[in-house]
């Protein structure tokens, strides 16, 4: 008989229960009973109200049994996840079934214990180390996860600088051993049993191979002898091939911090370079600038000299003072490099500072507009390297700004109490876009507009500026609007009023 919901089921079965009582007081309802003597009709109806308990009884425990047999195969589908065999009455059944259950909780303890115990070794890789040294970390948890001491991994290609990590791994800490045709051939035949895992069989035998990874940075393979082995099921295709991702994966970032870690040291090796490049250039630059600005002078005061002449040398002397702050500012910028510059701060006033430096760019035509808002201003700063510092800002300045427009100086204190002075140095210049203002600090850093310009600009002038102010306890900062000029703002420490 075909089976029927629970649901239609329960309904015949209280339809059932519920018949015989309606039949009977119909009947009594039609006045079957009214002819018969009162003593026997009450008898009749006792009678007829312990059949239809009865009745009602017997479906009671039928549907009670049938409701309980689909609770309990309910209850079985959602703890085990099938239906409930039917019940037996041999004890070697009941013996096998719960031979099987054991049999299958040992099987999924084991594969949980084989799955923990992986991603406990994925996470100790030391892919910091060697990638050598993670390869063979690699084989040693392989053969602790699946319990097989025959396993070992081929790495037949690799991006590491020089190619080291290639070779055969067998565990422990030994470097790899060289590649055999054997290995190359297992790469790439065979037939795929599932995924990554696959099978082959050559003149060598029967082998196992879980591919490791195929593409341009890593090809690898684990591989293990097939012979004696039964076809692997589900779950242990589906362990290998976690083991072959946990082994890519680890391999691959071991590589990839070799990559980073060798190109920094090439990068650090490169900066020191140029750094003692620069040191000596600079050191060497000194002597024969010092030199020609020495013989400019001595030449200047042999009369007599026409004026062609002195305008000649005042060229050359102009031209060897650029010169040599620029040597100045490549010997700051390396010892700024090297964590080696130590100002000597001293009480200055920072007017004088200021003009002198003016005098010294000789801008010709342009006018330096000066606004002393604190009269009795003093910096706490060294004279030298602000000297530096505004000569580098006052040069942009004239630099970057149209001919015959002035150039505006700012001095000022911060707070009240005046432990913080500004100089403010603006021009009426082209301006920058916020992309420039943000990398204008950046070492040899110049926007297009900047190369249109001034083609023989250095790109170091205000990278060396920002480093001697901030090394003096000050700050610098920029603000600039493109078609409208820029102004740069040095924020130094300075005299307090009370100590004035």
């Known amino acids: 008989m075909p089976r029927v919901g629970l649901t239609l089921r329960a309904f015949v079965a209280l339809l059932a229960a519920a018949l015989p009582p309606v039949v009977a007081f119909l009947i009594l309802g039609a006045g079957a009973l009214g002819a018969?003597?009162?003593?026997?009709?009450v008898l009749i109806g006792l009678g007829a109200l312990a059949v239809t308990i009865g009745w009602t009884a017997i479906i009671a425990v039928l549907v009670s049994r049938m409701v309980g047999q689909e609770l309990g195969e309910l209850l079985h589908l959602a703890e085990r996840g099938g239906p409930r065999p039917a019940p037996s009455s041999s004890a070697t059944e009941t013996a096998e079934l719960d031979a099987r259950s054991r049999r299958l909780t040992e099987t999924l303890d084991e594969r949980n214990r084989q799955v923990a115990e992986l991603a406990a070794k994925a996470n100790a890789a030391p892919i910091s180390d060697d990638p050598r040294?993670?390869?063979?970390?690699?084989?040693?948890?392989?053969?602790?996860?699946t319990g097989d001491p025959t396993w070992l991994l081929a790495v037949l290609h690799s991006s590491d600088p020089g190619g080291r990590v290639t070779g055969i791994y067998e565990g422990g800490r030994e470097g790899p051993g060289a590649a055999s045709e054997l290995h190359r051939w297992a790469a790439t035949a065979g037939d795929p049993?599932?995924?990554?895992?696959?099978?082959?069989?050559?003149?060598?035998?029967?082998?196992v191979i879980v591919d490791v990874a195929a593409h341009d940075r890593l090809r690898a393979i684990l591989l293990a002898p097939w012979e004696g082995r039964a076809r692997p099921s589900a779950g242990e295709l589906d362990l290998l091939s976690l083991v072959g991702q946990h082994a890519a994966t680890a391999i691959e970032h071991a590589l990839l911090y070799a990559t980073v870690r060798h190109q920094a040291d090439e990068l650090d090796r490169m900066g020191s370079v140029q750094r003692d490049f620069l040191r000596a250039v600079s050191h060497d630059l000194q002597t024969p600038l010092a030199s020609i600005r020495a013989l400019a002078g001595e030449l200047r005061s042999r009369p007599p000299i026409d004026a062609d002449t002195a305008a000649d040398l005042d060229l050359i002397e102009h031209q060897a003072d650029r010169l040599r702050r620029m040597v100045q500012q490549l010997l700051a910028m390396s010892r700024l490099e090297a964590g080696v510059l130590a100002p000597q701060p001293e009480v200055v006033s920072a007017r004088p500072l200021v003009e002198r430096t003016w005098a010294a760019l000789r801008a010709g035509d342009r006018r330096l507009g000066l606004r002393v808002e604190e009269p009795q201003l003093l910096l706490v700063a060294d004279p030298d390297r602000l000297e530096q510092v505004l000569w580098a800002v006052l040069d942009n300045a004239v630099k970057y700004s149209p001919a015959g427009s002035p150039i505006g100086v700012t001095?000022?204190?911060?707070?009240?109490?005046?432990?913080?002075?500004?100089?403010?140095?603006?021009?009426?210049?082209?301006g920058m876009d916020h992309e420039t203002v943000e990398r204008a600090f950046e070492q040899f850093y110049r926007s297009e507009q900047a190369r249109r310009i001034a083609p023989d600009g250095s790109g170091i002038g205000l990278f060396t500026a920002r480093g001697l102010i901030e090394a003096m306890g000050g700050s610098v900062r920029i603000s600039s609007t493109v078609g409208k000029g820029t102004t740069i703002v040095l924020e130094l420490p300075a005299e307090p009023v009370e100590e004035r």
Not at 133 to 145: F, M, N, Q
Not at 193 to 207: C, I, L, N, Q
Not at 411 to 423: E, Q
């Open 411 to 430: 001095l000022g204190a911060v707070d009240p109490t005046g432990t913080r002075a500004l100089i403010a140095i603006r021009d009426d210049g082209h």
């Open 193 to 207: 049993v599932d995924g990554h895992v696959r099978r082959v069989d050559g003149p060598w035998g029967a082998f």
């Open 36 to 41: 018969l003597d009162p003593s026997r009709a």
């Open 133 to 145: 040294l993670v390869a063979a970390h690699v084989v040693d948890t392989v053969r602790s996860v």
